[in-house]
């Protein structure tokens, strides 16, 4: 058995979990002599009663590695350790560190500077503007933008940071072979080359109530501050930022309405301390970015400067004409595809070339 099996196993064992796990490798040093050891040694570990310890020392009788290893070879996934270099040294501090990570795409260096990005599932129109226009401006910057892939802000994030031609990361609430939810696979194979999709469950493990709220202890440990760019006073985002708060990491909040639901949530995190965010700048000032001479997207109050135009950037402003028009209409007109109409209308409406519309039209401004 190799180590990388051996954390496989281990992390694969029913009731036992990341904080157990951690307990038996600072007894016994590496995954392959805790697999080994006996029962009774095992029962001298804090949190083990006989049954638990009996689940390690028999663990060939309650799982099935052969399956799992695969299973991941199958989807040509790689598996990270907490011995990896690649492996996020902030994520290695929190309580409950994941065993480890099954990794579709690649994880580099450049991912340990990361800003973790929430919001409601339900986002308003104004939400996901904010969310388009920090996202861009922190992976423009050279920061990781990492989510939770989940509908709304989760979405819009990544597809900002994919635009600036940034790198995302997409954390799952369940096995990637599971993926859910179903419609943002797509999203999550192009995340693969710029960044990657990760989990901490095996490949089969399918979402529950419980595995979302988990899920998101990875996304705030990970980040050197999370943003919450819009939420509702009840929200899993809520419950990131109260995670990152106990992990020492900095949060910030989009203020919003005062009278609108959908931005309780932030106001109140920026009631209790959390700081407050306009732009992207405002955060990497705070982080004292370690990318200061990386200028950021244009803001939206700024005069537009001139900007030279991609192929892509150049065939849709043509194909926008001086009407109002639909993103389908768009993508039969210039012939590109939808993910990259999609991503290419994003990084027009942040050179202020192009301003979206309700029921995704579309009108040029330039």
Not at 151 to 176: N, P, Q, S
Not at 260 to 279: E, F, H, W, Y
Request: overall charge neutral.
């Amino acid at each position: 058995m190799t180590r990388t099996e051996a954390y496989i196993a281990l992390n694969l064992l029913p009731k036992i979990g990341p904080v157990r796990v951690r307990r038996l490798l600072e007894k016994f040093g590496t995954p392959e002599r805790a697999l080994g050891a006996q029962t009774g040694e095992i029962t001298l570990v804090e949190g083990f009663s006989t049954e638990l310890a009996g689940t390690v020392a028999h663990w060939e009788e309650h799982i099935d590695l052969q399956k799992e290893l695969a299973r991941i070879a199958e989807l040509g996934l790689k598996i990270v350790t907490r011995e990896d270099e690649v492996y996020p040294p902030l994520l290695k501090q929190i309580h409950d560190p994941p065993v480890v990570l099954y990794v579709w795409g690649e994880l580099t260096k450049r991912d340990h500077n990361a800003i973790g990005v929430v919001g409601s599932r339900g986002a308003t129109a104004y939400g996901m503007a904010m969310t388009k226009k920090l996202s861009f401006q922190i992976a423009y910057a050279g920061y990781t933008v990492i989510s939770g892939l989940a509908r709304g802000i989760d979405t819009t994030a990544h597809e900002a940071a994919l635009a600036a031609k940034g790198r995302t990361v997409g954390v799952l609430g369940c096995g990637i072979g599971q993926f859910y939810p179903p419609e943002n696979k797509a999203l999550g194979e192009r995340m693969t080359h710029c960044g990657a999709v990760v989990s901490e469950y095996p490949v089969d493990r399918i979402a529950d109530k419980q595995t979302f709220p988990y899920r998101n202890r990875i996304v705030a440990g990970w980040s050197c501050g999370l943003l919450v760019t819009e939420a509702p006073a009840r929200s899993g985002s809520l419950i990131t930022a109260q995670q990152a708060v106990e992990q020492g990491r900095t949060v910030y909040a989009v203020p919003g309405n005062i009278d609108r639901p959908t931005s309780m949530g932030c106001n109140r995190l920026i009631q209790q301390g959390a700081k407050l965010v306009m732009d992207g700048g405002d955060i990497l000032d705070d982080l004292m970015t370690l990318f200061p001479t990386a200028p950021l997207a244009p803001k939206v109050e700024e005069p537009k400067p001139a900007v030279e135009l991609t192929l892509d950037e150049e065939i849709l402003h043509r194909a926008l004409g001086v009407d109002e028009v639909h993103i389908n209409d768009l993508i039969e007109r210039s012939g590109l595809t939808p993910a990259t109409v999609s991503s290419t209308l994003m990084r027009l409406e942040m050179k202020r070339l192009v301003r979206p519309l309700p029921g995704k039209r579309y009108t040029r401004l330039v």
